[in-house]
Structures are given as structure tokens and as C-alpha cells.
């Protein structure tokens, strides 16, 4: 009987490389585990050509029930550094309630969105060599986006 082996290459091309992508527990051992209350979070970056001109956004919220109005979580971001190693991680402190404004909304305007802690944008250098550790709360989820600036550069006019 001869099986077709294109489905199984198929599917270990997919499958390799998001194993290589997961955090290794060698390379988590510097890190501290989670506290109670809190979950520990990685980002394995892919390799760039010039990390320089790369950032990591963190975006820290949780899904709500919202209307018409904009809401914001409070919270604030803390850059630590592993003791003896010099890794930097990055911890998001309790998350208070929700504040919003206060428009009328209309009827039936209320649905699950994603909201996030305000506050400055935590941007972070991009660093494929490490894992980008986080520490948040356990109800809040972690999220990241990725910002690239263009190679060129633009002078600036004396005045």
C-alpha cells in the first residue's frame, strides 16, 4: 500500500517551527516563577534583519461587557531586571476598575470588547535572543504588536 506522505510533511513544516518558537525551561531558569494571584507570560521574538529598528508593543486588558463609551483599566507598568543575570522583565501591577466615559448609549449597544490599561504605551527594545517576559495579573490577558520604523531617516531643519 503506498500512502501519500505529503499530509504528514505538510504538517510537520507547520508543527517545527512553533515548537522551536516555545520558551525552553533552560532558558526560563534565570526568570522567577508567578506569583500567587499573577501569570507568567513569553514572547519568543522571530530574528530580524536590524532589531534596532524594531519595538514591542505590550498591551495588557481584559474582555468586558462595554457600551458606546470608552473604557480604560487602570494600571501600571514596572521594568525588572533578573538578580545576577541582568535580564529585564516586565510586571503589570494590580488592575483597577474600569473607568469610562459617560455618554448615552443607545438601547442594545452593549458587547464583549477587549479593554485595555491606559496609561503611556509600554514599548520595549525587540530582542529575538531572549524570551520577552511578562508578569500580569491572572485575569488580565497579554498581548503585543510588533512596530517598525523605515530605514530612512529624515534631517531635521536648524531654525
Known amino acids: 500500500m503506498n500512502a501519500n506522505p505529503l499530509p504528514l510533511i505538510a504538517l510537520l513544516a507547520c508543527a517545527l517551527p512553533l515548537a522551536a518558537c516555545a520558551a525552553t525551561p533552560e532558558a526560563l531558569k534565570p526568570y522567577p516563577a508567578a506569583a500567587d494571584g499573577y501569570a507568567r507570560h513569553v514572547i519568543e521574538l522571530p530574528a530580524q534583519a536590524n532589531e534596532a529598528e524594531h519595538k514591542v508593543e505590550l498591551i495588557a486588558g481584559k474582555t468586558l461587557e462595554v457600551d458606546c463609551n470608552q ?4 494600571g501600571q507598568w514596572q521594568e525588572k531586571t533578573v ?13 483597577g476598575p474600569a473607568v469610562s466615559t459617560l ?9 464583549p470588547a477587549f479593554v485595555q490599561v491606559g496609561g503611556e504605551p509600554m514599548l520595549v527594545r525587540y530582542n529575538s535572543k531572549l524570551p520577552l517576559v ?4 491572572a485575569d488580565v490577558e497579554v498581548r503585543y504588536r510588533v512596530w517598525s520604523a523605515a530605514a530612512a ?7
Do not use: H
Open 71 to 74: 473604557q480604560r483599566l487602570g
Open 153 to 159: 531617516t529624515s534631517p531635521a531643519p536648524r531654525q
Open 83 to 95: 538578580e545576577g543575570w541582568g535580564y529585564n522583565y516586565y510586571q503589570l501591577g494590580q488592575v
Open 103 to 111: 455618554m448615552a448609549c443607545p438601547d442594545g449597544s452593549r458587547k
Open 134 to 137: 511578562i508578569y500580569a495579573p
